[in-house]
């Protein structure tokens, strides 16, 4: 479930109280949690509806001017509409750990064996992405899985394996090099 930062800042705000979305079946579940750009959000409740029980606070709370906004942007998309209440719970803890600017032999050895596992499964794939990131920050993800031929939502799962180990920063086009993925690059290289 992706969000844009206006509703992200919403939502950890709490003006922001619902989603909407069509989906053939629901991609959430009460109770679980997402890790986004500004902290981690909690699935409160989800529920099945239809357009016409949707009200204008439903629209409000959802972050749009009213109902006709909100089913315009629920109308691109195919299967049930899903009422989802959100929550902002906490901090991204990938934050702190993106921003670590020393790390031990150990901690080093921890994230490597992570990496070479990484590259196990996919190809050796790790450094050629942080590289292309660090040459390229910014850039839009589908030029940058361009330049490496992959399929753009292949390359963005593995910039996201990578965001969690602290290693990149989302940004709303694209990505950077955080402090601790320098600090990895150069051990690697």
Known sequence: MIFKIRQLKGIKSGTITLAF?????????????????????GIVGVHLANENSIKALDATKAGYVDVESLLHDLRKGEGSIFKIKVRYLSEDPRLELRETSEL???????????????DKTCGPWVLKVLKLIEKYPELRAGDLADLMQMEKIDFKLNVRKLKNLGLTISHEVGYSISPLGDIVINRLK
Do not use: H, P, Q, Y
């Open 104 to 118: 031990s032999e150990e901690e080093f050895k921890k994230i490597k064996t992570r990496l070479d596992r990484l």
């Open 21 to 41: 979305r069509r989906w053939e079946k629901s991609n959430v579940k009460i109770g679980s949690t997402m890790k986004t750009a500004l902290g981690v959000i």
